[in-house]
């Protein structure tokens, strides 16, 4: 542990990640305190630039406080990313351990099942899934997981693979070890790291597909995502530049932010880089 | 005479942050035309990187700090780099350990061959296309017209050393630097190509810089010898001197620990046997849907007996089903056909649940000391894993831990460590420790010195003869090396292609081989018979 | 395993993938509230139970499920992806008519993609570590962090807004009936902004890719024995280096292709590109949801056969497949 986290901070990276990171979750977190009205409150004239009295992120084409608009905005992306990823992971996790240690029919099914979701256009059977379901945060968030978890299962199922054949894992088996004991003290430990890693950088892609979703219209007509913002905006971008290009920045730096995180403990957690 | 190439006062350092600040710590070092240098040494020893040095190949980090090499007179490590890549490969070539690593899996074997000529010469694919077939057939390959075609997985190993030989001789070099060139090889292969450089060298009249961890080698291809250790020469000379009557106390301790393929041990009176195995049988499928599956008989209606107190050897080259056996033994894999009969009981079929009374008593020993302990337990955790398996008290456990890691000659205090901060050799004697833990009958060691520098070896081996003796263990000892199996082994077994070829006592299989394939194998035994008694 | 053998299996797996496409879009099709009958007649603003019952009939709504799939199945097989609620025509004529735009776009992206992001990757992989490296290194990670929805956007507002140099919408200039090479020139021009937006996030993809595979390459005995050889850094770097990272590139991009199908559904939407991705769009707002199925099944049998292409090419590239890999 103590190594761990000196490696994640040896380097300015993972440190500036965390840091706008934990920003960004206090203003989701405050912003029914900081803003109790909600982003659909109408406060002046539209399409007001950053800077007039009272609005520091401008307006927008119904005259709607920006700024509310980007806090509100940030619950939507977080709450949406970590949870679909985290229902990813859990599917993918079970899924692919079982298939990698136990292999057999269950591992063959599994592999050609991620390999379909790998070969089929992920993003238009997800258009597919939200618009047959009816656009809501619900359909976005359970959309979302049933197209990424096969990316989870496909690495803790080849994480588990190969460890099941590494002698300490044999060893185990001859100490007459349990199955479940095996996988859960000798196996699992040894492949979270990566699991961790590719949960880290999903969270960030969860967002950026919510944010292409509510982008195209298929978002919860009822929440204000920065996606919806910036496909509200579209008319209006010719002439207030701001109404688009701070909805798709909060994005940006969430994103970036979350990778940041991912490339630091994809450092921190590789036992090369902690000798 | 004057030396074809010397290296002087060599330092090579290592990246900060490394272990020790030079691998190679002022060496000086001369080879004489037509003669052959062995460079010996454990792992660390920086004679590895001594070679690469000569031919500017040091690793990213790596680098020859001071110190010079002159080839003919000039200082390599001061050419610029095309008189350095046109010294590469025409004066002096380079082969190494692994063959199949050091060749383009994608290139043709004939388009690598014709891309070293032509980057020297001036001459057309064709004819660079017959010379390399040339080359080939001095190398003994058969039918080089076709082999010039197919592509580096498609040789077996010994093909692949013989085509990278041949490449590397492809423009007449002077010197030919041989990185452990037979590490990777069967023993019966290891011979051949030890000959075949032999030969070349002989016919061609050119030096060889010959680097290896093998003193039977050394006793086998030595004009002259010199021992290297912790990045110093210790010794240096003769090769009949250095065997024969070697002054460094290293050295001499280095050519003690090697087996010497005699059998020293007496079968031990045979109670009736703790374990029979009856035509066990284990085949593998491979292939699929188009080609049309196929089942490799790994392991074809084997026999054997194993009584309390003796140690059974089982050798063989890879491919013949040795390692497949012992997992079948200990039931980490389910064999096919045949029985084992385990006191009485036949586990050869048995269920998990069933079984698991009895997994106790069978244990085994594993061949690499770094993937068979868990990277992220403690030694402590490790130990008792078995124990706390079979609802052992915790206490209870650790008490016996300490004892057991005494035994193998382990500071109990050591327990909290984790894996990573020990040494291969340590790393064996946990294994061992894990294995003693659960008080079993039959010990199986699957190779378990082969990755462990010759010194280590031998203390290894010792431990487990001495366990074996005090806890009146039945062993079955996994091999691929002759000389180990003749110091630990009352009886042996050879096999191949997944039979049994031959078995009996060590010593009337060693002193009078019955087969064929067992005969070779002895005669394949690097430097036998060579080396002093120290 | 021969090469012929490797691509018969790939070639199963192709058919495979495609029928378990037409098997997913059955159950799609019962995801969504109410069934076509309801839908046909919501449309209609016209629903009686006696209608509703033979529009069921009309449809073979009201036979078990096995016949309604094994009829949806022969439909599709003939080619009937059913009908648009809105054009009342074939699904099928709809997509057709836009999937060359859709083609020539995503093809366009493809090409950049990979000759981009080859040729960035060598170049931070020539000296790891260096200031073109890192920097690389952080503007791939800028590039993956950017919806590419709004890198379009962005794109446009500074080329098209403030710069003025490219159009900012369509296939074409409307109404200037331009022909010839006039006329292709004019498609070129209009084609570099929603082209190079959908490229730039896979450049970062291959340039990263690329980055990692020449390293891993580059630490391999077989670059040493190049060396030892006496060849030049240059054939060492393209025989030996390149060569051997450009397989697992191969099967990248047929990997890729199924995301760049999905960036394309974007950024047409963002350029008014008339492809296969704007009208997804026009299905969803219309919520014409044959349609909109209809362009799922399509783009997956596309891009399976797109990756049918790369796993020929990578037998070719690496001559291991034989050893069953």
Sequence with gaps: ???????????????????????????????????????????????????????????????????????????ISLLVGITSTLCAVGIGVLLGAVAGYYGGWLDDLLMRVTEFFQIIPSFVLLMVLVAFLQPSLSSTVIGIALVTWPQVARVVRGEFLSLRGREFVQAARTLGMRDARIIFTQVLPNALPPIIVVGSMMVGSAILTESALSFLGLGDPNLLSWGSMIGGSRSAMWVAWWTTVLPGLAIMITVLALNFIGDGLNDALNPRRRR | MEPLIAIKDLIVSLPPG????????????????????????????????????????????????????????????????????KLRGAGVAMIFQDPMAALNPVVTIGKQITEQIRAHRAISEKAALEQAA??????????????????????????????????????????????????????????????????????????????????????????????????????????????????????????????????????????????????????????????????????????????RGETLGIVGESGSGKSTLARCVIRLLDPDAGEMLFDGADIAHMGERQLRPLRRRIQMVFQDPFSSLNPRQTVGEIVIAGPRAYGEDMKEARSRAADILRLVGLN??????????????????????????????????????????????????KLLDDVRQQMNLAMLFITHDMRVAAQVCHRVMVMRHGQVVESGPTREVFAAPSSEYTRSLLAAIPGRGKLASV | MNRLSYIGARLVKTVLITIAVVLLSFFLVRLAPGDTATVMAG????????????????YGLDQPVLVQLWKYISAVAGGDLGNSFVRRQPVLDVILERLPNTLLLNAFALLVAVAGGVLMGMAAARRPGSTTDASMTVLSMIFYAMPQFWLGMMAMLVFSVWLGWLPPFGLETMGADYTGLARLGDIAVHMILPGVTLA????????????????????????????????????VARRHILRNALVPLITFA????????????????????????????????TRDNPLLLGIFIVTAVLVSLFNLVTDIAYSIADPRVEQGR
């Design chain 1, 1 to 75: 542990m103590k190594d761990f986290l000196r490696v994640f901070f040896s380097r300015p990276i993972p440190l500036v990640g965390l840091v706008i990171f934990a920003v960004i979750v206090a203003l989701a977190l405050l912003a029914p305190l900081l803003f109790g009205r909600g982003p659909f409150i109408i406060v002046g004239m539209p399409l007001l630039p950053p800077g007039a009295p009272g609005l520091l992120a401008g307006s927008d084409v119904l005259g709607r406080d920006m700024a509310v608009g980007l806090a509100y905005g940030a619950r």
């Design chain 2, 18 to 85: 490394a272990d020790r600040a030079h691998a190679v710590d002022g060496v000086s070092l001369s080879i004489l035309p037509n003669e052959i240098l062995c460079i010996v040494g454990e792992s660390g020893s920086g004679k590895s990187l001594t070679a690469h040095a000569i031919m500017r190949l040091l690793p990213r980090g790596v680098s020859a700090s001071s110190g010079e090499i002159l080839f003919e007179g000039t200082d390599v490590l001061r050419l610029s780099p095309s008189a350095m890549r």
């Design chain 2, 134 to 307: 040339g080359l080939l057939a001095e190398m003994g390959l058969k039918d080089p017209k076709a082999l010039l075609k197919s592509f580096p997985h498609q040789l077996s190993g010994g093909q692949r050393q013989r085509v990278m030989i041949a490449m590397a001789l492809s423009l007449s070099p002077k010197l030919l630097i041989a990185d452990e060139p037979t590490t990777a090889l069967d023993v019966t292969t290891q011979a051949q190509i030890l000959k075949l450089i032999k030969r070349i060298q002989t016919e061609r009249q050119m030096s060889v810089l010959f680097i290896t961890h093998d003193f039977g080698v050394v006793a086998d291809m030595a004009d002259r010898v010199a021992v290297m250790r912790h990045g110093r020469v210790v010794e240096e000379g003769g090769a009949s001197d250095v065997l024969g009557d070697p002054k460094h106390s290293y050295t001499r301790a280095l050519i003690a620990a090697v087996p010497r393929g005699e059998s020293m041990l007496q079968p031990v009176a045979q109670d009736a046997p703790l374990l029979s195995v009856k035509d066990l049988a284990k085949n593998f499928r491979r292939g699929g849907f188009f080609s049309g599956a196929s089942a490799v008989k790994a392991v074809d209606r084997v026999s054997l007996t194993l009584s």
């Design chain 2, 412 to 461: 109990p205090e050591t327990m909290h460590r984790f894996p990573h901060e020990f040494s291969g050799g340590q790393r064996q004697r946990i294994g061992l420790a894990r294995a003693l833990m659960l008080k079993p009958d039959i010990l199986i060691a699957d190779e378990p010195v082969s990755a462990l520098d010759v010194t280590v070896q031998a203390q290894v081996l």
């Design chain 3, 43 to 58: 449309q209609g603003g016209f629903a009686d139970e006696a209608f509703m019952k033979s529009l069921r009939a009309e």
């Design chain 3, 200 to 235: 730039l996030y896979f450049m970062a993809s291959y340039a990263r890719l690329t980055r990692t595979a020449m390293i891993e390459v580059a630490d391999q005995d077989f670059v040493k024995t190049a060396r030892a050889k006496g060849i030049g850094e240059g054939q």
């Design chain 3, 254 to 285: 047929g990997l890729q292709s199924a995301i760049l199908v999905g960036g394309s559904v974007l950024v047409e939407n963002v350029f008014s590109w008339p492809g296969v991705g704007t009208l997804a769009y026009e299905a969803v707002t």
